[in-house]
C-alpha cells in the first residue's frame, strides 16, 4: 500500500520543498573517527546559521513546514526546518544560544526514558559518555521556545523490534513527554532513520502527524508525511558542502 496515495495528505498544488537539517550534537569536538554526521563543530554551526539569517533563507518551525507541505498553508521560498536528535546537553550549551540570537525555531527529538543520562547506544566507550538532557531541563527549553518531538524511550532500532516494543517505544514516549510538558506531542523521529511499514502504522495510530526519517533529500508535498526525508550536516561539512546540502533536491545515487 502506497501512503502516498491516501488523503488527508493530498498534495497542494505547486508546493515549494522544505530542506529538514538533521544536526545531533553541537560542541568541540575532536575530529571524529567514526559517526562524523552525529557531530557538529560550534564555529562551523554558528557559521552556518549566521549564513541562512544573511541570505534570506526562512527557518521556519517544523509545524509550519507541515501545515505547508499537506495542508495548503503558505509555505516561504528557500525554506528550512531545523531539528536535533537525542536532546543532549550540548544542545543546550552550544546551539540553543545561537539559535536564540537568530530567532530560529527548531525541534529537538528527545529520547524520552533516557533523560538524565547518557548516549549509552553509541559504539565506543567514549562516545557513549555524552550526557543528554534531563527532564527538568527539557521542560526548561521547552518554555523557552524549543519544540519538543519524540525519539523512542531508549533509541530503539525500530525495525528489528518485536511489534510489542517497538509499540511501547513509539506509544510510550509520546505519553511520557506530553506528560512532562503538559502538552500534544505530535513529531516523531525514527532513531537510526530504522522504520518498515509496520513501525509508520503505529506511529499513525499513537497519534502523531509525522515521522522524519534519514533519507538524504529535501521534503516535498507528493512524499508521505511519516517517511519525511532530512539533510544531515556533518562535521566534515565546510560553507560550501552545507550549501551544496541546502540546495540539493534529490536522494544523491550512493
Ligand atoms: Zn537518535
Redesign the pocket.
Known sequence: MSLNAEPPWMPPPAAPLVSILMY?QVGHFLRPKAHRATYCDVGRFRLQMAWLRAWRYNVISLGDAYAGLFHSAPLPPRAVVLTF??GCENFREHAWPILKKYSFPATL?V?AGMMGGTTT?MDTEAARETPLLDADAVRELHREGVHIGA?TLT?ARLARCSPEVAHKEIEGSKVQLEELLGESVLDF?Y??GSYDMQVVDMVISAGYRLGLTCIRAAANHAQSPYELPRKAISHGDTLPGFLWKLHAKNKPKS
Do not use: L, M, S
Request: glycine residues 0%; proline residues 9%; hydrophobic residues 25%.
Open positions: 545531533h536528535d537525542d527529538f529520547i547506544w525519539h533509541h523521529c532513531p537510526y
